[in-house]
């Protein structure tokens, strides 16, 4: 394909605008797909995608299109999702592409992550193709929507299109746009090869495959690849491109999107971000990579099983080609034994890992409560980073605790505002600022906004404070209306403190958690009483305490058990009680203990799940 | 689950065979109705089959007689089901019929268990002239309701008259069965029911808390959320309330689960929580000699059908079996469905857990007769462990447990079944 005829662009939206729908209709248009193979939401290949209803991969497919002018073109497709827990992957399509489509639900306007996403897509310098969707729907307001793009980015009216993924409206206007407005790729194809790995995949049979933009250059089979940063040679076993499955092809060009088969059976060796060049030319330097990660949760991964420690390590070093944005390094705990402290965008993110190790590669795990990152200053000047809380230092020599704050947008009906005022407040945040997403008269009344103008709030808050349940809260105090977006902003001391919980007078390290001292009380006491209601009772009593630096702040206490006995010996049947017994035996063999505590492993687990809920 | 090999490579030196005289337990496996909370292996509806089972039971009788020589039986004990709901002549002829094959001693004990729905004073006679001495009648409760949620076939009054009548004809050794950590059962209601059986004067009683049992109506009842889950700490009231109130009447609490005055204690059971030798004649009925622990065909129908191809499959002239090869030759022309080869750290392990269920405990010279070995030589720490959390005592006679560890025993029972199977055979006797 001539490189002139090539169309990089990627679809961008709030979460359930209709991007993976929009996609379908593109996939249909083309022709890509046979018609009997399509599925709704074709994009979305995982199952756990297509059970959850949203999109978590960033998925390409390439498409052949004839436009009017009569001339064929090769367009690559990079639809993202739209969750905030994975816009590092939609910050790493953009990097593959030239153009963006910026999709906004016409029943619901500008959302959060409408805002965070376009402004990630400026930064890369990206053709953007604002389209208001969903105009099938009745609630639908498109020119309402498309005046709020106007005012809220500055487009023209006439560059705003309309569509609807549904039906199929406007679809056809959106090929020919994307070949008008959106550019073909820059590079040099003369030029020694240079491939960005956007994503990559283990295969146990071609090894590593990495998923590259062609940016200089070209590969080929059989080529001779050096990959720059980590300075690893490879034999390409195959190229080729995505219908979304694998298809061989002949070669990569420049601009275009597919995959690299390496051969490589060590994942370290090949890394997101890094440089595909010809071992025998190789380029002078490599491409920019993607900007560093920050997590932002943290938790402790624990093979159920302690003999799975290394099958876990396999796992999350597998999984994390596929998942750019999982970091880990081993943490071992007294109660749960060898694992990972693993690092996380957020909460949905934690959860698909999880899920993904589970499902993917047959993983049993257990996970401690999420944490944030805390910096520790200690008495004697030095700092440390902490983000497991029992590896808090003594409290006598903890001089200041900082912790994560983020900046999080809030975009929202005006009559919401004292609900959400209320929400932010009650949980430590600091009011910024409110903006009218409108202009501040409405056509309605000519006069002040209306209860119906959407504006856009911003407050500063700890981070620790919206991981939980807020977004629910948010969700719920609006009756759905709000969206929200959050941005790391720096850290800052807080009145931290350290909550342990003891049973039967042992601490349980993997109970351990860091909070606001206005917090301690009211969770410790849940704490306790949950671990009351989910510990079986022993043969002796069980005191459960929560403690602060020595200082118990809630207690409960299980009873002894008093009745376990089998009652009736049924004729001479002693083979079956031998086996019920011993069956038992086998069973308290795989508790947890916690001193001389039993605790099955689903009650543990349990404990650590609702710390969730 | 059936043996891959009838020889086992190392076979436990001291199995108790028939010498001493064996138990011998009868299984009639038919009830009028099912009650919701048993699983035993009985059926209502196939009341057609009567005869021809207890046909089949006679045979099964005369074949175990040739085979074992005719032994010495010190102990029979007709259970089911429901025995008292057969005929009574086919009790006399089953009674017959192990007169006959075996050598039944002068004072043996027959107990037959009795549902009071059933009680006739012909029947009652009839009984105690075939030479049943001992009458087990499970009464359950004296609450009407209860008795309703229990699908028992009988009011508390019927009970306290069949009682009377059985006194009547002349049954001098009694038993009444009660059941408590019943939902919706409170403690006034247990009470109240204890309070009769001592009033009654009853010889023995055994007091059974309710287990919820897989698969059973009252269990998914429950499970359903239809009827609370009964709660074991006023089961454990309700347990420490008879102890107490038996004990001022006159009973010794001689197992766990079962009272009697003094010198009236089942015989028959003893036998089980001794680890003595028994048979158990009729379908899923289980046995124990020779070092090996078998049990018939489950299924009534199986087991007629296993019972008449055993006829055609005498075994051809030559030397008498012995031991052991006599229960293989019934598992392969007999009844017998399921063989479990007791080695010698499953027998230590049953030895406990069925022993320790008895107030007297184990005797260490017991053990030491049986096993060559201490209990302290190889259960010092699981001693020391249970005596730290106050479940057992241990002195130079012996272990039992304590009044908790009544309560608790399954925790005592775990953890000498784990060690007894962990620990190596002791060689000193192989
Ligand atoms: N009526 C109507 N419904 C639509 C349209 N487009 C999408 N939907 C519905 O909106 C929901 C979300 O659509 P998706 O295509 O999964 O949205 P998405 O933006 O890919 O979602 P994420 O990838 O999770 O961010 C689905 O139930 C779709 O059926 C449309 O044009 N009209
Ligand atoms: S009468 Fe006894 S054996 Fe028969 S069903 Fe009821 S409890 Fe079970
Ligand atoms: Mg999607």
Known sequence: MKQSHIRNFCIIAHIDHGKSTLADRLIQVTGAVAARDMTEQHLDTMDLERERGITIKAQAIRLAYTAKDGQAYELNLIDTPGHVDFSYEVSRSLQACEGALLLVDATQGIQAQTLANIYLALEHNLTIIPIVNKVDMIAANPEGTAQEIIQAFGFKREEILTAS????????????????????????????????????????????????????????ESDKVRLMGTGVDADVLEVGYFTPELRKAESLG???????????????????????????????????????????????????????????????????????????????????????????????????????????????????????????????GKEVTVDNPSKMPDPQKIGETREPWVNITVITPAKFIGPIMELVTGRRGVYVKMEYLQSTTRPED?????????????????????????????????????????????????DLVKLDVLVNHEPVDALSLVLHRSNAQRQGRELASRLKA???????????????????????????????????????????????????????????????????????MAVLRLDRD | MPLAHPKPSRTWPWAPGTERGIGLYVHIPFCETKCPYCDFNTYSGIEALIPTYMAALRAETARWGDLLGHPRVRTVFFGG??????????????????????????????????????????????????????????????????????????????????????????????????????????????????????????????????????GTPLEAAVRTGRLPEPDQD??????????????????????ISNWAKPGLESRHNLMYWRCESYLGLGPGAHS?????????????????????????????????????????EMKAHGPVDFIEETT?????????????????????????????????????????????????????????LTPRGRLLGNEAFRRFVEAAEAAPPTDARI
């Not at chain 1, 199929?168 to 590079?187: C, D, S």
């Not at chain 1, 089998?566 to 038992?584: F, N, S, V």
């Not at chain 2, 070995?373 to 730290?388: H, K, M, P, R, Y």
Request: charged letters at 25%.
């Open chain 1, 534 to 604: 989910l510990i079986p009772r022993q043969m002796f009593e069980v005191p459960i305490q929560a403690a602060i630096g020595g200082k118990i702040i809630a207690r409960e206490t299980i009873p002894a058990m008093r009745k376990d006995v089998l009652a009736k010996c049924y004729g001479g049947d002693i083979t079956r009680k031998r086996k019920l017994l011993e069956k038992q035996a086998e069973g308290k063999k795989r508790m947890k203990r916690i001193g001389s505590v039993e605790v099955p492993q689903e009650a543990f």
């Open chain 2, 81 to 214: 089901g429901t025995p008292s709901y057969v005929p009574g002549a086919e009790m006399t002829a089953i009674i017959a019929a192990y007169q006959s094959a075996f050598d039944v001693m002068q004072d043996a004990e027959v107990t037959l268990e009795a549902n009071p729905g059933d009680v006739t004073v012909e029947k009652l006679a009839t009984w105690l002239k075939a030479g049943v001495n001992r009458l087990s009648m499970g009464v359950q409760s004296f609450d009407d309701a209860l008795l309703k949620m229990l699908g028992r076939r009988h009011t508390a009054q019927q009970a306290e008259i069949a009682y009377g009548m059985a006194r009547e004809a002349g049954f001098t050794n009694m038993s009444l069965d009660l059941m408590f950590g019943l939902p919706e059962q409170t403690l006034a209601q247990w009470q109240e029911s204890v309070e009769r059986v001592v009033s009654l004067g009853s010889e023995h009683l055994s007091l059974y808390g309710l287990q919820l049992e897989h």
């Open chain 1, 254 to 380: 420049v601009g275009q999107v597919g995959y690299v088969a390496t051969g490589l059976k060590n994942v370290r060796d090949c890394r997101v971000g890094d440089t595909v060049t010809l071992s025998a030319r190789q380029a002078s330097a490599a491409l920019a990579g993607y900007k560093p990660l920050k997590p932002m949760v943290f938790t402790g991964l624990y093979p159920v099983d302690g003999e799975s420690y290394p099958a876990l390590r396999e796992a999350l070093e597998k999984l994390q080609l596929n998942d750019a944005a999982l970091q880990f390094e081993p943490e071992s705990s007294a109660a749960l034994g060898f694992g990972f402290r693993a690092g996380f965008l957020g909460l949905l993110h934690m959860d698909v890992v999880q899920e993904r190790l589970e499902r993917e590669f047959g993983m049993n795990l257990i996970a401690t409560a999420p944490s944030v990152s805390y910096i520790v200053e200690l008495t004697d």
């Open chain 1, 446 to 494: 000519g006069k002040t906004p209306g209860q119906n103008a959407r504006v856009l709030l911003e407050y500063n808050i700890p981070l620790a404070e919206i991981l939980v349940d807020f977004h629910d809260q948010l969700k719920s105090r609006t009756q759905g209306y709000a969206s929200m977006d959050y941005a790391l902003a720096g850290h800052q001391a807080g």
């Open chain 2, 234 to 255: 006023l089961a454990a009231d309700m347990y420490q309330f008879a102890v107490e109130r038996l004990a001022a009447a006159g009973y010794l609490g001689y197992e």
């Open chain 2, 288 to 328: 124990s000699m020779f070092g090996v622990r078998f049990a018939d065909i489950k299924s009534p129908r199986g087991y007629v059908a296993a019972v008449r191809g055993m006829a055609g499959a005498r075994p051809e002239s030559g030397p008498p079996l012995t031991g052991r090869d006599i229960v293989f």
């Open chain 2, 344 to 400: 010698e750290p499953m027998a230590r392990a049953e030895f406990l857990m069925m022993g320790l269920r008895l107030a007297e405990g184990i005797q260490e010279s017991d053990f030491r007769t049986r096993f060559g070995a201490g209990l302290n030589e190889s259960f010092a720490g699981v001693i020391s462990g249970l005596t730290d959390d106050g479940l057992l005592k241990s002195d130079q006679q012996g272990i039992r």
């Open chain 1, 165 to 220: 993924g549904k039906t199929g409206a406007g679809v056809p206007e959106i090929l020919e746009e994307i070949i008008a407005r959106v550019g073909p790729p820059t590079g040099d194809a003369g030029a020694p090869l240079r491939a960005l790995i956007f994503d990559s995949k283990y295969d146990p049979y071609k090894g590593v495959m990495a998923y590259v933009r062609v940016q200089d250059g070209a590969v080929r």
